[in-house]
């Protein structure tokens, strides 16, 4: 999102959240999506005043259930915003595709899908890490005992695994416009299942410029994303990182 766009998100959540009561669940999806919004621009001050202020409303959820589908999927948002966050490097630095191209060869090559969770997990910077930390913190600070089992369990730094798998459902919010938009060639050719693609580096071309656009300059994250797209194919690839929302319909049972 850019920051003019920010921006007015920004004010059309506050003046959603000033004209509604602090009991309906439009505050409650205005003041959750502010949060990110602040988390997204940088401002971790009203970021957390504003994780503090969601999870209390929360609590006018009654059904037991649908307060746990909200705690999951807002926490989980959070902490993926919170990784993107860590991986912007405002610099002159720019990828390389053949950097990365050669790196999302050998890891297609060489390693399970597991494995380039693994190695995705241990190329998230300690910047990333620390703001998980500090979004947790915040989410769980008047959180009360029998909500925090609603919560899935924290991302730590020991389980590069789990990290790489939070990493890489962040990055979709980035890569999967890249490679998913059915008017582009790429997805088109992709989906078909023409080599060209991997011949010539579609893949990798497309997230590397959307990296560089994001200002995410780690070449292990950008290949690990690549690899997992060549890994997946398109149709499971597109369906399965395909961002999601943070609204609960109320068909809607996870």
């Not at 703001?131 to 989410?139: E, F, I, Q």
């Not at 029998?146 to 990493?167: F, Q, S, Y």
Request: charged share 30%; proline share 3%.
């Amino acid at each position: 999102m850019e920051a003019g766009s920010l921006t007015y998100a920004k004010m059309g959540f506050e003046g959603t959240i000033q004209k509604s009561s602090s009991r309906t669940r439009l505050n409650l999806e205005a003041t959750s999506l502010l949060a990110i919004c602040y988390l997204r621009g940088g401002n971790l001050e009203k970021a957390r005043d504003m994780i503090v202020r969601a999870v209390k409303n929360i609590n006018n959820i009654k059904s037991a259930d649908r307060r746990e589908q909200f705690h999951k999927r807002l926490i989980e948002r959070l902490e993926e915003e919170s990784i993107l966050v860590g991986l912007k490097e405002e610099s002159s630095e720019k990828l390389d595709l053949a950097e990365v191209d050669q790196q999302s060869v050998q890891l297609v090559m060489t390693k399970s899908e597991n494995q380039i969770y693994l190695e995705m997990g241990r190329a998230v910077p300690q910047r990333s890490v620390d703001l998980l930390k500090d979004v947790r913190d915040a989410y769980t600070f008047r959180l009360p005992g029998p909500d925090r089992k609603m919560l899935p369990p924290p991302i730590t730094v020991e389980n590069k695994e789990a990290l790489g798998k939070r990493a890489s459902s962040a990055l979709k919010r980035v890569a999967w416009r890249a490679v998913c938009s059915p008017d582009s060639d790429i997805y088109k050719a992709w989906s078909q299942g023409l080599s060209v693609v991997y011949d010539k580096k579609y893949i990798a071309g497309a997230i590397v410029a959307a990296f560089n656009s994001a200002s995410i300059t780690v070449a292990m994250i950008a290949a690990s994303a690549a690899a997992l797209a060549i890994k997946f194919g398109a149709e499971v690839f597109c369906e399965t990182f395909a961002p999601s929302s943070l609204m609960i319909d109320r068909k809607d049972k996870s």
